[in-house]
């Protein structure tokens, strides 16, 4: 069965931090791309990491700008995305993605891209 159960977001205050975890079922874990996206109300979705598995090589959108990394875990099938220096403008619905395995990454961050998707986990920044 085919799983992303997305956890770890919640309200911070501007310049705070969170975490937040994809566990992945097995079959989309290995030598796959996977990403983070985000969408906010009104908005489309956008992407903001991704990483291929096997090489745990990254993608960033320049947004980011320094403040966010992606990274796994492969003892425990688990993606990440620990972002810094949270702001307002990050306040969205966070995804986590995976493609088929042994595809690839574009590297276009593009949702389309992507096959199998999580439930979300919201993050919020006060202004």
């Not at 989309?28 to 090589?57: D, H, L």
């Not at 966070?94 to 199998?116: E, F, K, M, Q, V």
């Amino acid at each position: 069965q085919v799983q992303l159960v997305e956890s770890g977001g919640g309200s911070v205050q501007a310049g705070g931090s969170l975490r937040l975890s994809c566990a992945a079922s097995e079959y989309i874990y290995r030598s796959n791309c996977m990403a983070w996206f985000r969408q906010a109300p009104g908005k489309e979705r956008q992407g903001v990491a991704e990483i291929y598995t096997g090489t745990r090589a990254t993608n960033y959108a320049d947004f980011v700008e320094g403040r966010f990394t992606i990274s796994t875990d492969n003892a425990k099938n688990t993606l990440y995305l620990q972002m810094n220096s949270l702001k307002p403008e990050d306040t969205a619905m966070y995804y986590c993605a995976a493609d088929n395995p042994h595809r690839g990454c574009t590297w276009s961050l593009r949702p389309y891209d992507y096959t199998y998707w999580g439930q979300g986990t919201q993050v919020t920044v006060p202004s």
